[in-house]
């Protein structure tokens, strides 16, 4: 709900529709508190297997995702790095290419800013 100064609601049902995201450039209307292109909040509850196993890359925007429960395994190019304790967190930088897995049901915050369309996109790697 918003009144236009205050916004309250719930992360995950919001994101639904969305692969969890809930505050980003793709919130309509525009005059919503939640429409930003400054960043872009996901709420990603995932069940243990749960995975992108496409490489992925954002090429304006960084990223930060922080573990809130479980376990949870983020590949990059030249390392892995597992979140297993509340408020483990990776952040990578633009033009990053990345791949992740849930190892067991999970809850993980992901800021991901600037909030561009169409910035994060598929590739293959070597």
């Known amino acids: 709900m918003t009144d236009k100064k205050v916004v309250f609601g ?3 049902q919001e994101g639904a529709n969305r692969w969890g995201w ?3 450039h793709f919130i309509t209307p525009v005059d919503d508190p939640r429409s930003t292109e400054e960043l872009e909040v996901k709420w990603g509850v995932h069940k243990a297997g749960d995975s992108r196993t496409q490489w992925a ?4 925007a960084a990223t930060i995702s922080i573990l809130i429960n479980g376990k949870f395994r983020l590949q ?3 390392r892995e790095i597992v979140l297993s304790r509340e408020g483990d967190y990776a952040l990578w930088c633009v033009g990053v ?3 992740w897995i849930a190892e067991s049901d999970c809850t993980i915050l992901t800021i991901r800013w600037p909030s561009k369309p169409g ?3 598929g590739i293959t790697t070597n």
């Not at 890359?57 to 304006?60: H, I």
Request: negative net charge; hydrophobic residues 30%; proline residues 5%.
């Open 97 to 99: 290419p990345h791949t």
């Open 57 to 60: 890359v954002n090429n304006q």
């Open 22 to 24: 809930f505050m980003g």
């Open 10 to 12: 719930n992360a995950q």
């Open 76 to 78: 990059f190019e030249d």
């Open 119 to 121: 910035d994060s996109v």
